[in-house]
């Protein structure tokens, strides 16, 4: 009898609600299998996926792939137009991907965003207030949604009324994401919200460059590297970038998590019991069910992966949620312990390109997630969510909840 062989294969039905299962019987029966649905290596282990993203013979910028995904994505870029175009930190390479990255890492770091979370605290006390008096909610739209782009706004110089348009626009380019695999007409609405925060994003600069404020848009303008300023596409493509990669991600933590708690009553009622677990708490819920569940790099030569002979030009795809339940890296991975403190998971990525906002996504998830179970000490799922997002980035739609008034 010959048995189907497991394929990776995000368009397969069931595989937005839970990838896991697969991801579980790729790593145990072809830990590096080639799909032809995505004309790329599938990685699952851990160790491998590390190995790519930490090697500098692997290349970040997609578009020098030889395969016909990479042809898709240079042709959706033309179509999105030029200010998708502009190279990001995100997919170029050292040296260019240095200078991207020192521009505005500064205002990221642990102690800057430390800071902030006063601010973030306040933002959270706010949005909770107005949870509790409705008694029940959708902490999506009433907690994970709201409270990142603020945070991002006001650290950008966005004015507060702007926030909502700038949510919409944020939603709709992360849904891009998805490439040739995104349905129809998410293109043309991401084309139309790249070119609408553009012209946006030019007003703001032109206000910044006669009146510097306290604010990462006046940063980027004034920063000089090496003699380099930045040029105009780039403040655009780095303030889309923090939009972008810091937004729907963020969002979809908070909302995932609280999901994942619930389904785990005894491991919430240990986190409510003692609230200084919120710290390793959140590194376990970002390797137990983290929103980012895979990048992708080019081979810039030939080279083997876990044993596996791969080809210049080719692309290895790495599933970080897989990675981060590899039984070789973690005992009973599929486990969720709020104690086990999993330090090096790979739900930010690693190597260079390693999560730039990570110490904000803390953050963010460890005052959000602690005041929540602080507030309400009788929480309940109201509906089974449904999970929405990309096979790139997931997250649920929806969280309905009582709260317990
Ligand atoms: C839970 C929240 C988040 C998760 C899980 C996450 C995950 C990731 C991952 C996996 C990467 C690496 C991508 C790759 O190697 O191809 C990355 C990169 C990046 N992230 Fe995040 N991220 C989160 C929140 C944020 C926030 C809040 C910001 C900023 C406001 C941000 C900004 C960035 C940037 C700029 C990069 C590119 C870094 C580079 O290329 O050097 N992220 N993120």
């Known amino acids: 009898m010959v048995t189907e062989q497991v394929q990776f294969n995000p368009l397969a039905p069931g595989m937005l609600a839970d990838p896991y299962p697969t991801y579980k019987a790729l790593r145990d029966s072809r830990p590096v299998s080639w799909s032809p649905v995505m004309d790329a290596w599938i990685l699952t282990r851990f160790a491998d996926v590390d190995f790519v993203l930490t090697d500098p013979r692997f290349s970040a910028d997609r578009r020098v792939a030889r395969n016909r995904f990479a042809e898709m994505v240079r042709q959706r870029q033309q179509e999105l137009g030029p200010f998708a175009q502009a190279q ?8 260019e991907h240095t200078r991207l990255r020192r521009l505005v ?25 107005l949870v509790q008096e409705q008694g029940e909610t959708d902490i999506v739209l009433d907690l994970a949604y709201p409270l990142p782009v603020i945070v991002i ?13 700038f949510k919409h626009w944020s939603t709709m380019v992360v849904a891009t994401l998805g490439g040739p695999f995104a349905a129809p007409g998410v293109l043309e609405k991401g084309r139309q919200a790249i070119e609408e925060l553009a012209g946006y994003f030019a007003g703001i600069i032109q206000e910044r460059r006669q009146s510097p404020q306290n604010d990462l848009i006046s940063g980027l303008i004034a920063a000089e590297e090496q003699g380099q300023v930045l040029s105009e596409e780039e403040i655009f493509a780095t303030a889309i970038l923090l939009l972008v990669a810091g937004n729907e991600t963020t969002t979809n933590l908070i909302g995932g998590s609280v999901i994942t708690l619930l389904n ?29 569940h895979a990048t992708g790099r080019v081979l810039k030569e030939d080279l083997e992966v876990g044993g596996q002979p791969m080809e210049a030009g080719q692309v290895a795809f790495c599933l970080l949620a897989a990675a981060n339940r590899d039984p070789e890296k973690y005992a009973d991975p599929e486990r969720f312990d709020v104690r086990r403190n999993p330090a090096d998971h790979l739900a930010f990525g690693d190597g260079t390109h390693f999560c730039l906002g990570a110490p ?4 963010e998830a460890q005052i959000a997630l602690g005041t929540l179970l602080r507030r309400f000490p009788r929480l309940a799922l109201r509906a089974e969510p449904e999970w929405g997002g990309t096979f790139i980035i997931r997250g649920p739609k929806q969280v309905l909840l009582d709260v317990g008034k």
């Open 88 to 95: 990001t930190m995100l997919s170029s390479d050292p040296p």
């Open 153 to 165: 706004a006001e650290m950008l110089g966005v004015p507060p009324a702007d926030r909502d348009k």
């Open 105 to 129: 890492s500064k205002a990221f770091t642990p102690r800057a965003v430390e800071d902030l979370r006063p601010r973030i605290q306040a933002l959270v006390d706010h949005l909770l207030d």
């Open 264 to 292: 785990h009553p005894e491991q919430l009622q240990a986190l409510r019991e003692e609230p200084g677990l919120i710290q390793p708490a959140v590194e376990e819920l970002l390797r137990f069910s983290g929103p980012v």
């Open 360 to 363: 904000l996504a803390r953050a």
